[in-house]
């Protein structure tokens, strides 16, 4: 699931459109990972909606990463944390 996350985190950093399609996901794995970061709070402006164990809304196309999600991503890939802010 990390490497989901991190390619979810990537395209949100970088206000790219994702879909559980362009990540070789099924939906619910997809909405659980978008479940997660927001969760941890790596992210703002992400919605995700899940009812009777299905999801109906994720939405991450106005997603912004917080400083603790360009913490997470940096560490991940081996980056410095102050480039990225």
């Excluded at 402006?45 to 991503?73: E, Q």
Aim: glycine share 4%.
């Amino acid at each position: 699931m990390q490497q989901n996350m991190i390619k979810v985190l990537e395209g949100i950093k970088n206000h790219q459109s994702l879909s559980y399609s362009d990540l070789n996901l099924t939906k619910n794995e997809f909405g659980d990972v978008v479940q997660m970061i927001k969760s941890k709070k790596y992210a703002t402006n992400i919605y995700v909606r899940k009812m009777d164990d299905v999801y109906t809304m994720i939405d991450i196309s106005d997603g912004d990463l917080t400083s603790k999600g360009y913490h997470y991503l940096a560490e991940a890939l081996d980056f410095n944390v102050t480039d990225e802010l």
